[in-house]
């Protein structure tokens, strides 16, 4: 092995040395590097020629940056191999000796490469059941939607359906029924393709065993109803396998014609128990799904994601008295003597109905498994009962010897009407004659509520009356206002009822009518009210809306709605919907009691108002035109929140 010098050395002294000082001299420089380098097996001799050619020279300084070059490398094998023998508390010595001899760009070099090693996926170290733990403390649909993209893993977890379960409880959505989440691939667990069960008859005992496993787990309750206690417990399916009806199989010993037949049957029999499967994994909800579906329907009621169909009509500048609408029909009674039908999904005309020969004040339908029964009553005193599909009239219902100005429907065999001479009749609308007169207010029936085999009226006369349908009779009286009963509402316990004079009383039931309350704030006529459980919303002629709290009888929210009378109130079990004689429409929370928005465009006046959990009808009076002046016309506007879904 040669030794080089290093080009320092090759310059020529100031005076030339003898020939012993540089044999000498040039036997020690070996010699410090030998030690350097360490024990060898070739022995190192030195030589002292001096270079014969400037190439020669160039050659011995390359071969020296190659040493050097390499030389580093071989040492970090050593320090690798030295770092693994340290002690923990060693190992952080040497780093932070070492990190303390870089700079800013080495520094942020080291962070790219540590800084993902100390990245965890917890849901992949997590038992299942833990995950899930902590997912439920998440109430924020749109957090789930971002985490299940983080990876595989997170979708998986959030693909359970108890945490969905956990959200429709959360935000009061009732758990979806069999015929809501049956026609769609998406609502519900996905089957194996049956080629795929022919091909393999064995597998799928085990697909059937792993789908009711999976029935167990996802229809679980536990973990929902320990949620509001803040101690969510994960089902767990039964420790009892399921055994599922095996399938039978062609026997080894029977001839090939037995075979054959028996290969039959295994299809046939495999093909019944993919259908039968099929048919009960389809029965099984998706409460991802549904939880999206209703969802998507609040955003659409609080953002205005609606779909608006205007529906045709003829009505011109009539008065709407009268509408009710259900997922199928919309009716509208004017007082132009007219009941007109629309589609509720289409929004398209469908009838109308003629017959009555005055103003129609009020209708109601009700429907059988077989009709759609319609009552209406108006100025003509007469009531009338119609087959809503097919525009049929029944019966025409006589007795009343003065405007019908209220009515209500028990069922499709009892209805009851009010009407200004005073009096209230219960009639069988199945035949068409009258079961019940009754008589006791002194002046028109203004208005009716139906519970059961009850029925309260409120009158012009000041009182408030509690009625048996069956029987006819008048079980007590409500008596304490000043002037006329504009509405009433009850429920099992009490009656509301709303007055010119400004207030709103409490009548106790049990009590025999006993005023247990008397509400004030409202400044002039309460027409309007809509009685929930624990809560009486009111709406006056002053524009306000009011918010009761049965329980202390305190106003928890008075709002300025409308710069003239409200016309027209509803709640949907979410929101409030309220419309004013000033033209607006506007939608308040029911929670909150804060306005949530504008409903729709502004225009005269608001007529009627109707809504339920995905649709909403409006009926309005516009202008026809703008550059026109006097000129109205009653648009009905159908609201579909859940049109594209």
Sequence with gaps: MDCYLSIDDLSPPATPPSSSTSTSSTTTTCSQRRGLLGNTDTTLTATATAPTSATDMGNK?????????????????????????????????????????????????????????????????????LSLQVLSYIDDPYTLAQASQVSSAWHAVLMDETIWKGLCYQH?????????????SNDILAVQQPSSLLQQPSSLLQQQQIQQSKLFQHMSLSSLDK?????????????????????????????????????????????????????????????????????????????????????????????????????????????????????ATTGSYLRTLRGHHGGVWALQFVKTDSHC?????????????????????????????????????????????????????????????????????HSSVRCLDVRGDLVVSGSYDG???????????????????????????????????GSLDSTIKVWSIAEGGKCIATLHGHTTLVGHLQLLPDLLISGGSDGCLRFWNLTTFECKHRISAH????????????????????????????????????????????????????????????????????TFHTAIELHDFDHQL
């Design 373 to 441: 029964i319609l009552v209406s009553g108006g100025c003509d005193r007469d009531a009338r009962v119609w087959n809503l599909r097919t525009g049929q009239l029944y019966h025409t219902l006589q007795g009343h010897s003065s405007t019908i100005r209220c009515l209500k429907i028990r069922d499709s065999k009892t209805a009851v009407t009010g009407s200004r001479d005073a009096s209230l009749r219960i009639w069988d609308i199945e035949h068409g004659r009258l079961k019940h007169l009754c008589l006791g207010h």
């Design 563 to 630: 710069d003239n009378s409200v016309t027209c109130l509803q709640v949907d079990g979410k929101h409030v919907l309220s419309g004013g004689s000033d033209g607006s429409v506007k939608l308040f929370d029911l929670n909150s009691g804060q306005l949530v928005r504008s409903f729709t465009q502004p225009g005269r006046t608001v007529w009627k108002l109707e809504c339920h959990a995905t649709k909403a009808v409006v009926v309005i009076q516009r202008r026809l035109h703008r550059d026109q002046e006097g």
């Design 172 to 184: 009061h959505y009732h758990p979806p029924s069999i015929s809501e989440t049956s026609d769609t």
């Design 61 to 129: 300084v390359m071969a020296t940056k190659k040493e050097t070059t390499i030389m580093p490398l071989d040492m970090i094998a050593h320090v690798k191999t030295a770092f693994r023998h340290l002690t923990a508390t060693q190992k952080q010595q040497f780093l932070a000796e070492l990190i303390g001899c870089c700079d800013t760009t080495l520094l942020a070099f080291i962070n790219t490469l540590v800084a993902p090693k100390l990245k965890v996926d917890f849901f992949r170290l997590l038992p299942t059941e």
């Design 227 to 343: 949620r509001r206690s803040k101690k969510t417990k994960i089902y767990k399916p039964p420790s009892s396998p399921i055994t599922p009806t095996p399938v039978a199989s062609a026997s080894t010993s029977s001839a090939s014609s037995s075979a054959s037949s028996s290969s039959s049957s295994l299809v046939l029999s495999t093909k019944s128990s993919i259908a039968s499967s099929a048919s009960s994994i389809h029965t099984l909800p998706s409460y991802k799904s549904f939880f999206r579906r209703q969802y998507q329907i609040d955003m659409a009621w609080n953002n205005g994601g609606a779909q608006i169909t205007a529906c045709p009509n003829d009505i011109g500048n009539a008065l709407v008295t009268s509408l009710q609408m259900d997922e199928e029909f919309i009716v509208v009674g004017c007082d132009n003597n007219r009941i007109e039908v629309f589609d």
């Design 463 to 497: 009182t408030a009356r509690l009625w048996q349908i069956e029987t006819g009779e008048c079980l007590f009286v409500c008596r304490g206002h000043q002037s006329q009963i504009y509405a009433v509402a009850f429920d099992d316990t009490r009656i509301v009822t």
